[in-house]
């Protein structure tokens, strides 16, 4: 499912899997090159936790994928807002325990994001 998040510069997608209850796996993805070769790799680590019935959040970053934030004017700092803003809307801002998961340079982007547990 497609769901969307709200972050200071803009609104963004946010593909959603699994059960909408408990807690969920919110995915910080790798970034720049890395990003397009471990996108498919990401995916199905999601698609194995909604299996296993854990919820699971992959949001699109301002400047990537489907976003329409031009990338010209990202910044690492308007990524991490961001992610923390994805991490709030998929744990339904604090109702639902989030850990967040990162794959390498999306390690990054974590620090400001409210999480119970981190795995990067």
């Known amino acids: 499912m497609i769901a969307h998040y709200d972050w200071p510069g803009g609104h963004e997608a946010m593909m959603r899997l699994g059960p909408a209850h408990g807690p969920v ?12 070769r471990t996108r498919a790799f990401t ?3 999601l698609r194995a ?3 296993r019935g854990i919820g699971s959040a992959f949001p699109d970053l301002p400047g990537m994928n489907e976003s329409l934030f031009p990338l010209c004017r990202t910044t690492i700092d308007a990524w991490r807002t961001a992610f923390a803003a994805a991490v709030a809307a998929a744990s339904d801002h604090g109702a639902r325990p989030a850990v967040v998961a990162s794959i390498r340079g999306g390690a990054l982007l974590t620090g400001a994001a409210h999480a119970a547990g981190r795995w990067q």
């Open 49 to 51: 936790l909604a299996a």
């Open 25 to 36: 796996v919110v995915m910080a993805p790798a970034l720049f090159e890395e990003a397009n």
């Open 43 to 45: 995916l199905c680590v």
